[in-house]
């Protein structure tokens, strides 16, 4: 709408203001008048810039054709609760065209790297190996534009996260044969060791966690792959088939408490591999500082009740490793190898002294 008819249209409503335009179509004017429309003075003029910085004389000009007006800067001005706004625009005006907000860098890289977990890609942002736009950044949180070009200069993983060479280590020193296998892999995460499982030649990884939204999508959206988040293993009765392999990764809870629902979804010549966590199966005693249990005694002692216990389900052990890579806090961790047999069958008492004998891997080695 030109300015020219800006002003006969306010008077129309509030009642006789002037008689001449702006000349400035460059602006939006806001008129504000008292809720009292017998009042004829127009209490607040506001003109908000849409194009191009208004010139100097502006406000002088409103001012000298409404006396008794108040002007206010666009920024400032404020609407009292009692007045009324009314708005006129020019006709050539342009809209504002609001810019995307900037988001985190690792969110960035998540979207466009999806075949990276967040772990390796915040690892690699904070050893600068992440270039934004021809520089090195160091910190996750910095935000940058949606178009921004970001480029990873780093050696590509085997796995989507480190937890698949710890799987890895038990199936190559423990000679556990996986291919052509249907599994189930419970403490899904990331889905390491689902990928390794994959790369070793499984047929079918039904993946289980308790967690959502971690997965990274790699093994999200593989053929070969059927993801059940939010499921407590403890209270999973079935899946659409029964497993030849199960391979447990679990936090914050005893292996042996998931046993009975372990048993009821495998095959009776299934094989297990779990991985032995003492900071989560020790007594709270046994757990110094940071959660980190030292004790080398402990450590024995743990395995000793998780290979008894596993074989009082029916399980013949085959032997364990120490994992070649330690916990996210620096943990010992172990991996042991399973058969399953019948109960009459099975040796339900290993002997402290056997543990050792079972001992098939060679010491861990730190990152």
């Not at 127009?42 to 000298?64: E, Y």
């Not at 270039?131 to 796995?159: F, L, M, Q, R």
Request: charged share 25%; hydrophobic share 40%.
């Amino acid at each position: 709408m030109p300015m020219d008819m800006v002003i006969p249209m306010a008077e129309k409503v509030y009642g006789e203001i002037g008689t001449k335009a702006c000349p400035h179509e460059a602006y939006h004017v806001t008129i504000v008048v008292s809720r009292n429309l017998q009042q004829r003075d127009a209490k607040m003029v506001v003109p908000q810039i849409l194009r191009a910085p208004p010139p100097r004389n502006v406000f002088t000009h409103f001012a000298s054709k409404f006396p008794n007006s108040v002007f206010l800067s666009a920024r400032t001005a404020k609407v009292p609760r009692h007045h009324q706004v009314r708005s006129f625009a020019a006709s050539s005006s342009e809209k504002i065209k609001v810019q995307r907000k900037k988001r985190r860098l690792d969110e960035v890289c998540l979207e466009r790297f999806q075949q990276y977990s967040r772990t390796f890609i915040q690892s690699w942002i904070a050893q600068g190996k992440v270039i934004v736009d021809g520089k090195v950044v160091n910190k996750s949180g910095t935000p940058i534009s949606d178009k921004a070009v970001v480029e990873i200069k780093a050696e590509v993983p085997k796995y989507v996260c480190r937890a698949g060479h710890k799987l890895e280590a038990a199936i190559e020193q423990l000679q556990i044969d996986v291919s052509g296998l249907v599994a189930l892999d419970s403490g899904l995460s990331t889905g390491g060791f689902t990928d390794c499982l994959l790369q070793y030649g499984a047929s079918f990884v039904y993946g289980v966690d308790v967690g959502y939204g971690q997965v990274a999508e790699k093994i999200r959206q593989h053929d070969c792959v059927s993801v059940v988040e939010r499921t407590n293993l403890r209270y999973l009765s079935e899946l659409p088939q029964k497993v030849d392999l199960v391979t447990l990764d679990l936090s914050f809870i005893s292996i042996l408490t998931v046993m009975p629902a372990v048993v009821n979804l495998m095959k009776n010549d299934a094989t297990l591999v779990t991985l032995i966590k003492p900071q989560f199966e020790a007594l709270r005693s046994q757990v110094g500082s940071g959660g980190i249990v030292r004790n080398p005694s402990v450590h024995e002692e743990v395995l000793a009740k998780i290979i008894n216990g596993v074989q009082e389900f029916g399980f013949q052990c085959k032997g364990w490793i120490e994992s070649p890579l330690k916990g996210a806090e620096g943990n010992k961790e172990f991996l042991a190898c399973f058969s399953r047999m019948d109960m009459k069958d099975a040796d339900t008492s290993v002997p402290k002294a056997d543990i050792a004998k079972l001992h098939r891997g060679t010491k861990a080695t730190q990152e």
